[in-house]
């Protein structure tokens, strides 16, 4: 995770770029004395970087953001930002990861862009060929990796969710949780009695990322069914 209150102090001595951050980091980024502006790079963008300064500065933010692309040959969102990171990168020079039905669309620092069209050959073991798009680009897609669903819970407690979604034990669930293996908005969870809320996400180590919805109704036996949308 980000140090934010770094990335504040910083941004109080000048302006500041960060890298890329969670929403519950942006949520968490804020302070009476400080101007901040996200990158907008496309409709659904989640990851964002953040330029920040004292207020009543006239800087001119800028936020340092690549894309590139490669043909997707049935890929998951695991598997690119797996292909990525094995290249030595941390997480927080990686965006957002866009995967359509022909391509895959991964937004990165430009810090790193030469050093990823030079070594990025391979993802889940098939060989690539990676090439630099525009930002423009992106301005009219959708994060179109995501499949909508109905899932049908007792709770929104995080390890009865955990267990529907990955079809564990609820034993199994709360080991997992326990493990560190679940983050909900970006942040590592570890408390398994969580409630979940509307526009809330997690994240399940191999099993993708999960977007909680809404409540649509409940069953006869009291149960709850909630529209979700998931990583394919």
């Known amino acids: 995770m980000i140090n934010i209150n770094n990335l504040v102090k910083n941004g109080l001595n000048g302006p500041t770029l960060s890298k890329f951050l969670t929403i519950k980091e942006q949520q968490l980024l804020n302070h009476k004395n400080l101007e901040i502006r996200f990158s907008s790079i496309y409709p659904d963008e989640e990851r964002k970087r953040a330029f920040i300064y004292p207020k ?64 990025l ?23 179109v990796n995501l499949i909508e669903d109905n899932i049908i819970i007792s709770s929104l407690r995080l390890d009865v969710v955990v267990a529907t979604i990955c ?47 809404n409540i649509i109704r409940k069953t006869k036996k009291d149960k709850l069914v909630v529209l979700v949308d998931r990583t394919n």
């Open 56 to 119: 009543n500065d006239n800087a001119d933010p800028f936020f340092s953001i690549s894309i590139i692309s490669f043909e997707n040959t049935d890929f998951s969102h695991a598997d690119c930002l797996g292909a990525v990171m094995s290249l030595g990168v941390t997480r927080e020079v990686i965006g957002d990861i866009i995967i359509d039905d022909y391509m895959v669309y991964i937004i990165i620092a430009s810090e790193i862009k030469k050093y990823i069209l030079e070594n």
């Open 121 to 143: 050959k391979k993802v889940k073991n098939q060989y690539i060929k990676v090439k630099e798009i525009s930002i423009e680009s992106l301005k009219d897609i959708k994060n």
């Open 167 to 213: 079809k564990f034990s609820r034993s199994k669930s709360q080991e997992y949780i326990k493990k560190g293996l679940i983050k909900v908005n970006g942040i590592i969870l570890d408390k398994y009695d969580y409630f979940l809320k509307s526009d809330d996400y997690i994240s399940i180590r191999k099993y993708g990322r999960t977007y909680i919805r």
